[in-house]
């Protein structure tokens, strides 16, 4: 089986600080996904890679950065965290990237900014 | 850029009724239309998928249909039971392949 972990379940952080979300890998995936879920706004992409040191912004990666030095670990680094920044995290891996395929999840971190 | 549309939001049913959930998607190139299910503290998890140039696809007591010139799909449960109740997303996954664009998910509630 396809496993995701993410470094954390629940984060509590206070504003202005840098923030570290970790994810992790093990089934060898090319693509890895940063998404942020809020109620009623669904999944929202923020940051993906297709490759070792690759990154594509998503569709709101205002505020977030991230990186891959390792094909199985993907990154997300909140550099200033802000109040607005409290959600839940979800990281996804899936297969190479011209095939469509499943996204495979993590359990998510729920960060809290205070 | 891909826009998906996803209804209802809320959708409450009996236990053993049929519970159906509608997705529409802008991008004409969209050629792979997944859905996912969420349980209470997990992440989102596979359920079915269907590619474009197939209009149905069935697994058990869950369906999913496409129609390609409307740009619609949708999920179809069957014999609802209590451990359906969970967050639904569609999503549509487009030319540019690896990026999909996700539904802002419907919450489905089974009623014993």
């Known amino acids: 089986d396809v496993k995701v972990t993410q470094s954390s379940r629940y984060l509590v952080k206070r504003t202005g600080e840098k923030v570290f979300l970790e994810c992790v890998q093990d089934?060898?995936?090319?693509?890895m996904f940063w998404y942020r879920q809020d109620p009623g706004l669904g999944l929202r992409l923020i940051y993906f890679?297709?490759?070792?040191?690759?990154?594509e912004k998503g569709d709101i990666p205002e505020g977030y950065s991230v990186s891959r030095e390792k094909k199985e670990r993907f990154s997300l680094i909140l550099e200033s965290a802000s109040t607005n920044q409290t959600s839940m995290y979800l990281c996804a891996s899936s297969p190479y990237l011209r095939a469509y395929n499943e996204q495979f999840f993590g359990p998510g971190t729920r960060l809290t900014v205070l | 850029g891909e826009n998906v549309e996803q209804h209802p939001s809320t959708l409450s049913v009996q236990e053993g009724d049929s519970a159906v959930i509608k997705c529409t998607y802008s991008d004409s190139a969209s050629n792979y239309f997944p859905w996912y299910k969420q349980e209470l503290g997990k992440g989102p998890q596979l359920i079915i998928d269907i590619r474009s140039n197939v209009g149905e696809k069935k697994d058990q007591r869950i369906a999913v249909t496409l129609n390609k010139t409307a740009k619609h799909f949708s999920l179809h449960i069957t014999e609802t039971q209590p451990e359906d109740s969970a967050v639904y997303f569609c999503a549509a996954l487009g030319a540019n392949a690896g990026k999909s664009t996700f539904g802002d998910g419907t919450t489905l509630t089974v009623k014993p």
């Open positions: 890679s297709y490759d070792v040191k690759m990154k």
């Open positions: 089934m060898d995936h090319e693509n």
